[in-house]
């Protein structure tokens, strides 16, 4: 009987040992924060077994107030050591640098933890509301996740968005993005921050679009690429017109069937809260009671998380970026006195940075 109790006891701390570590990671500047803090927030409520980091594209900024983030973990981009990353500052804008350094910081976390097994990116504009054992079983056999835009045929009915949107800026939303750490992901890891280095440009008429066109190829050029048909995942303005959202015993579902696991805000403003965005004219949340309480709710969630405070920070490699541009007209010509106003303000911006 003793032995059995020891045996017991030790098979149970076996499994403790044995379980894999498993991350959540998000990529943002300073400005972003109060989203970056509803999707962790979220993300320990329904999976505490998670650990969470945020990649801070930016400098520590003494206007911020970091205890509120003790739960998470902030690595700063320069502790990455990317090697083309003073290039990637000067020619790319605080959209382009944020989405680049994503494939960076997936082989960072990799590298610093052997033992993790999952490893999730999320935009900070995404709450999440449910276990995501449903996104770890479809990866489980897989090396990659993918999220496309859409499921199904977008009603041709002259409003936006179209399908062919989705040709200039990618079939699949990197706002999501899944991998195991084997030898096919790591590949994949290599090829796509490889490209970003030096392509992460904003030029959809040349066929480039940030970090989330070149995923186009990623089912072609890579073994065991997995694309969901899960409805419950990445839930958007973009796929309204396939999925309805309805809520039973403080649990939504998406078409009645499918719990939802996380909702992607994009381009959403909190001071808005009944303007879905610009970019969808197809729907009004004036249509849906429980799609309008979502939205209500994550406005109040980013108002409580300081967004009117964050929201106007400025961006250290954005300014950085200017000031090297002003001081080189002043080298090489007057420096008009709009310029010179301009040149104070980032001055004074840049003595909160550590």
Sequence with gaps: MKFCIYLFRNVQFCNVIMRKMKIVFTVCSNNYLSQAKVLGDSLLEYNPDYRFFICLCDKKNRQVDYKLYDSFEIVEVENLMIENFEWMIKQYDVVELNTAVKPFFFQYLIQQYPDV??????????????????IEKELEPENILLTPHILSPIPVDGKKPQESVFLNYGIYNLGFLAVRPTKESIKMLEWWSAKLAIQCFDKTSEGIFVDQLPMNYVPIFYKGVK?????????????????????????????????????????????????????QDRFTLEENTVLYTLFLEYAQMLLKGNYNELIHLPVYYRITKILNKLKAKNIFSRMKKKNRIKLKEYNESISHYY
């Design 227 to 279: 694309v969901s048909h899960n409805p419950g995942f990445n839930f958007a303005y973009w796929n309204f017109h396939e999925r309805k959202v309805s809520k039973k015993d403080n649990t939504y579902f998406i078409n009645e069937d499918y719990p939802l696991v996380f909702f992607h805000f994009s381009n959403f403003k909190p001071q808005y809260p009944i303007n879905i965005t610009s970019k």
């Design 117 to 134: 097994d999952t490893v999730m990116y999320f935009d900070p504009d995404i709450r999440i509301f449910n276990s995501l054992s449903p």
